[in-house]
């Protein structure tokens, strides 16, 4: 089946740096591939929407600027905190999705970010 | 506004008895349903979805899931809890740009 990687599956950093998150696509070709954020005993929380060679599309409240988003190519995907605050610790999760089945999406397995 | 509601935050079940989590859904067009499981610090597993065809979906781990479409319902069930099943579960719509809307998860808990 698909499957769909994350790294790193946690991170510690210190408040004014960035960190980088990868999400790949394993096993098949991810033409869209989404960032999701995850606060405790929440729902996911859809960030952005990502379609290879394009500039991301940000929801609403989500600071573009601070969230990087680039997809690259059609198997890789990251999300670049930049400046990150405490605030920004939570769990990030990505999803793919192939181009042909426009329902199934792919879920990574998460990253646990804390910021210090 | 589309949207997916999961009424109960929490449920509580004894093992070996049957469990149903509750979803109710609210898209445009023909529903697209989706349930999916997160375990602590995981990220989320497949279980099951409706697309179309039969109103009884049957998916992973021997859950499965009854479309209602005059109730707008989308429940999980299994006949016979496992201490395992204990988990957080969201069920998912799609909407109409094919983007998923999620319910805010339902917290099973499988007592032995």
């Known amino acids: 089946g698909a499957v769909v990687s994350q790294h790193p599956s946690r991170v510690i950093c210190k408040s004014g740096t960035s960190v980088k998150i990868e999400c790949r696509s394993l096993d098949f070709q991810a033409t869209t591939m989404f960032w999701y954020r995850q606060f405790p005993k929440q729902s996911l929380m859809l960030m952005a929407t990502?379609?290879?060679?394009?500039?991301?599309?940000?929801e609403q409240g989500v600071e573009k600027d601070k969230f990087l988003i680039n997809h690259a190519s059609l198997t890789l995907s990251t999300l670049t905190v930049t400046s990150a605050h405490p605030e920004d610790s939570s769990f990030y999760i990505c999803?793919?999705?192939?181009?042909?089945?426009?329902?199934?999406?792919?879920f990574g397995p998460g990253t646990r970010l804390t910021v210090t | 506004a589309q949207s997916v509601a999961q009424p109960e935050d929490q449920v509580n079940v004894a093992e070996g008895n049957p469990l149903t989590v509750k979803c109710t859904y609210s898209?445009?067009?023909?529903?697209?349903l989706f349930w999916y499981v997160q375990y602590p610090n995981r990220g989320l597993q497949f279980l099951l979805k409706?697309?179309?065809?039969d109103n009884l979906v049957k998916g992973s781990y021997g859950f499965e899931a009854e479309f209602n479409k005059s109730q707008t319902s989308f429940h999980l069930k299994k006949p016979s809890a496992l201490v395992s099943d204990s988990a957080l579960y969201f069920c998912?719509?799609?909407?109409?740009?094919?983007?998923?809307?999620w319910g805010a998860g339902t917290k099973l808990i499988i007592k032995p």
């Open positions: 998912a719509g799609l909407d109409s740009n094919y983007q998923l809307i």
């Open positions: 990502s379609n290879e060679g394009s500039k991301a599309t940000y």
């Open positions: 409706y697309i179309t065809g």
């Open positions: 898209v445009s067009g023909n529903p697209y």
């Open positions: 999803s793919a999705r192939a181009g042909l089945v426009a329902y199934e999406q792919y």
